[in-house]
């Protein structure tokens, strides 16, 4: 089965400042999709951005960005000019390649936002 | 269009007492999952389905049950609640096609005494 992991239970940013959310994970699969999904106090799941593996390009989504790096098997999340909005828990996640499009969480990142 | 919606948002049960959980969406989504949320735990699958019909164990299905006898509707049940069934549940749905995005409902916050 595949794992995910999030090192990093708890991260600290000033607002206006980058930040970088750090995920690994493991399978022997080589076409899948990786996933950044943020959980605001609300506790609603909200998708933040999202990458085929197969695509060598980072995908981008306005102040948010992915390094992906396949062989390593990192997927780290980078926050750029950080707002108090940006306040949540931030999940990674790992779709199955089987028919069923499951997802694999990791624990989870909670990220402060400071003035 | 409400998305993904869960009856009840907060329930609290005795240990012993059944319940049934109920997740509607109205995307006309083929699969729907519903997944159990414990702090530093991250997001567990319990069940899945991949259309009107079908279910499927997930990771962490013991003590608990599914239906989905119609494409926009998926129940959990509860038969008999255990104190370790306290958790936040959230269902999600999905097309069916790869890589799309799974829209989660806002959870069902569930306490067994």
């Known amino acids: 089965a595949q794992t995910v992991t999030q090192s990093q239970p708890e991260m600290s940013v000033q607002e206006a400042e980058t930040v970088t959310l750090s995920c690994t994970y493991d399978t022997s699969e080589s076409d899948y999709y990786l996933f950044w999904y943020k959980q605001p106090p609300s506790r609603q799941m909200i998708l933040v951005i999202r990458?085929?593996?197969?695509?060598?390009q980072n995908a981008t989504e306005n102040r948010f960005s992915v390094n992906f790096q396949k062989a390593a098997k990192s997927f780290s999340l980078k926050i750029s000019d950080s707002q108090l909005g940006d306040a949540a828990m931030y999940f990674c996640a790992y779709e199955d390649t089987g028919t069923a499009s499951k997802l694999t969480f990791g624990t989870g990142t909670r990220l402060q936002v400071t003035l | 269009n409400a998305g993904v919606t869960q009856t009840p948002k907060f329930r609290v049960l005795k240990t012993g007492q059944s319940m049934t959980l109920l997740c509607a969406q109205d995307m006309n989504h083929e699969y729907m999952y519903w997944y159990r949320q414990d702090p530093g735990m991250g997001l567990r699958l319990i069940h899945y389905?991949?259309?009107?019909?079908?279910?499927a164990k997930g990771e962490v299905p013991d003590g608990y049950n599914v239906s989905r006898l119609k494409k926009q509707n998926f129940l959990l049940g509860l038969e008999s609640a255990a104190p370790s069934q306290t958790s936040v549940y959230f269902c999600a749905s999905t097309t069916g096609t790869r890589g799309r995005e799974q829209y989660f409902g806002p959870g069902t916050r569930l306490t067994v005494t």
């Open positions: 389905s991949v259309g009107e019909g079908t279910t």
């Open positions: 990458q085929e593996a197969y695509k060598q």
